[in-house]
């Protein structure tokens, strides 16, 4: 399997994961098509470590995996908050930042 093929996943994940950020109104839909992006992000960094015979891509891709979980634990967090103040998780809800 060549490089190409990796390629064309990573942007049909990535483009899959844009489309349901655009178009969900549900906060953890929003958060599903962001991890779906970054682990677009995370097989390109690996197609092109393993492609080139650098192990950098490998490291960024720990990096990439521990900062993901990391922001799905704190947008989690979020949205139990938004469910619990607003009794709803849709996205349409958030206005905490108006003045």
Do not use: P, Q
């Amino acid at each position: 399997m060549g490089l190409s093929a990796y390629l064309t996943l990573a942007a049909t994940v990535f483009c899959i994961g844009l489309f349901g950020t655009m178009t969900r109104r549900n906060t953890v839909g929003i958060l599903l098509g962001i991890e779906l992006m970054l682990n677009a992000v995370n097989i390109n960094f690996v197609a092109f470590s393993r492609f080139r015979g650098i192990d950098t891509g490998m490291i960024f891709t720990l990096f990439a995996i521990c900062i993901t979980v990391a922001e799905i634990a704190l947008g989690l967090a979020i949205v139990i908050l938004l469910f619990r103040t607003r009794r709803t998780a849709s996205a349409d809800h958030i206005d905490w930042l108006k003045g």
